[in-house]
């Protein structure tokens, strides 16, 4: 059984780059999306990514994209925080200082779920990781962990199963028989 494919066109990167990516404090810093070059060298694919237009890239600082990805609706990749220093309002601290910013790297086949927040903490996302759906994300993960929950923790790893193995877990959770 074969399945359309889910990564984006060239085309279709830009346009959802274009619509994902915000500079909230450009007057501090003007960052970019950096996407790893193997990511356009999957064959019979323009790109191996899948990212969703409604998901919120925070561009103060660099992000910095590994192929196999996935960004779900709603997530939020911030790579930016604001100064909680002192008793002073922290809008005058903002404007006196400006905001805490750093660079982000996301890694090859992660998956960032639906409405979850990678907060300016994590500096990096390693390969293969899960953030589950709504999930707040504070901590750096270890490559091919799974994460859920607010705050986010460890709740598994993705482990290898051979294809007929996976094939039988999706058939089985459908219902469905051969």
């Not at 905001?99 to 990678?118: E, P, Q, Y």
């Not at 903490?121 to 994300?137: K, N, R, S, Y």
Request: aromatic residues 6%; hydrophobic residues 40%; charged residues 25%.
């Amino acid at each position: 059984m074969g399945f359309e494919s889910a990564t984006l066109t060239r085309a279709q990167l830009d346009q959802v780059l274009a619509e994902a990516v915000r500079r909230p404090h450009k007057d501090v810093r003007k960052g970019k999306v950096v996407i790893r070059p193997d990511a356009f060298t999957s064959p019979g694919r323009e790109t191996s990514l899948c990212i969703s237009r409604f998901s919120f890239l925070d561009c103060t600082g660099d992000i910095h994209i590994g192929p196999w990805c996935m960004i779900g609706a709603r997530a939020r990749v911030y790579t930016h925080d604001h100064a909680h220093f002192g008793r002073r309002p922290l809008l005058e601290v903002q404007e006196e200082h400006g905001v805490l910013w750093r660079n982000k790297t996301i890694g090859a086949d992660v998956w960032i779920h639906d409405s979850a927040l990678v907060l300016y903490q994590v500096t990096e996302i390693p390969d293969g990781v899960v953030v589950g759906a709504g999930a707040v994300l504070t901590k750096n993960p270890g490559p091919y962990e799974i994460w859920a929950g607010s705050p986010a923790k460890k709740i598994g790893e993705r482990q290898d199963l051979a294809p007929l193995e996976i094939s039988r877990i999706i058939l089985g959770k459908l219902g469905k028989t051969h």
